[in-house]
Nanobody, 123 residues
Framework: VQLQASGGGLVQAGVSLTLSCAAS????????MAWFRQAPGKEREFVAA???????DHTDSVKGRFTISRDKAKNIIYLQMNSLKPEDTAVYYC??????????????????WGQGTLVTISS
């Protein structure tokens, strides 16, 4: 089972970026999948999650700017990030869990994790 995150980079504030997370090793269509991020010197925090049925949850600081989505056929989730701010700078991780019934903001609730992709926003 592997989660491969990609799409990070160095961009200026105000622009958009889309992260992708490709899942392999099994079918993830029934899993809850999520994005977390970890800024330097800070704990990993929840960003967004999507259920098997397409219900989503986004943390307050990204609502209206970030959107999580999934392509079940391709086993890929996306994080569309608009109006990026310097405080969005972090390593972004994708996560998945087969047991959750709904979105969870807790890192211990997710069994599978990707390796992370670095997003750096310059002011």
């Amino acid at each position: 089972v592997q989660l491969q995150a990609s799409g990070g980079g160095l961009v200026q504030a105000g622009v958009s970026l889309t992260l992708s997370c490709a899942a392999s090793g099994r079918t993830f269509s029934s899993y809850v999948m999520a994005w977390f991020r970890q800024a330097p010197g800070k704990e990993r925090e929840f960003v967004a999650a999507v259920t098997r049925g397409g219900n989503t949850d986004h943390t307050d600081s990204v609502k209206g700017r970030f959107t999580i989505s999934r392509d079940k056929a391709k086993n890929i989730i996306y994080l569309q990030m608009n109006s990026l701010k310097p405080e969005d700078t972090a390593v972004y991780y994708c996560a998945a869990d087969p047991r959750l019934a709904g979105c969870s903001i807790r890192t211990p609730d997710y069994e599978y994790w990707g390796q992370g992709t670095l997003v750096t926003i310059s002011s």
